[in-house]
């Protein structure tokens, strides 16, 4: 969707390194949403954020919503193969999770 | 069950047939999403149920496309007179309500030849 953009398209990382991946919005968010999609599977939920500045990690990712929440950053640190996979945000511009609009994807291959 | 079930997980179908792909969403949740997701695309909405009622249907792209869940739990996503353009993984998702996390399934991957 045009109005979400991902960046890079795509991205290559030695094993071991941190990496950030960004999501852009055209208009304010209410939320949004990360998740992970390995190729030919479903989508898994990593993270939700919902508020300006807000910040949230698991493990060894954290994501990050700014102030006028319409850019959202996901970090990983230290990153290994098994983060390798597509990276999509979700953005909800209703103010209910009922209709997300994502973004095209971050492919990830992590280099062992 | 443990996760969002979907059958089946692939469906192969000669043009113009009709289809039928089912829902299973995790117990207890009262929000069901269907998703559309075409190769190197994100997901696309289709619709949204809350119970039984179908909510949002705006994603639906034309009247051959269809989605039903009767009893607040199963639901099924009819296409008739597939075409081509169909061919796409549909994901189904459910969350506990429409403020929560959507946890997704597996997905039908759909062929229409």
């Known amino acids: 969707s045009q109005e979400l953009e991902q960046s890079p398209q795509s991205l290559i990382v030695q094993e071991g390194k941190n990496l950030t991946i960004n999501c852009t919005s055209s208009?304010?968010?209410?939320?949004l949403y990360w998740y992970k999609q390995k190729y030919g599977e479903g989508l898994i939920f990593l993270m939700m954020?919902?508020?300006?500045?807000e910040e949230k990690s698991h493990e060894k990712i954290t994501a990050k919503l700014d102030e006028k929440k319409q850019q959202s950053s996901l970090h990983i640190t230290a990153s290994q193969p098994s983060h390798a996979g597509i990276y999509l945000c979700g953005a909800d511009f209703r103010g209910a999770n009922s209709k997300l609009t994502f973004g095209k994807g971050i492919t990830l291959s992590v280099r062992p | 069950g443990a996760g969002v079930s979907q059958t089946p997980s692939n469906k192969v179908t000669e043009k113009g047939k009709y289809v039928e792909l089912r829902c299973d969403p995790i117990s207890g949740h009262t929000a069901l999403y269907w998703y559309r997701q075409s190769l190197g695309q994100g997901p696309e909405f289709l619709i949204y149920f809350q119970g039984t009622g179908a909510a949002d249907d705006s994603g639906l792209p034309n009247d051959r496309f269809f989605a039903v869940r009767p009893e607040g739990s199963v639901s099924t996503l009819k296409i008739q007179r597939t075409e081509r353009g169909d061919s796409a993984v549909y994901l189904c998702a459910s969350s506990f309500n429409m403020n929560t996390e959507a946890f997704f399934g597996q997905g039908t991957r759909l062929t229409v030849v």
């Open positions: 954020l919902q508020k300006g500045g």
């Open positions: 208009k304010t968010l209410y939320g």
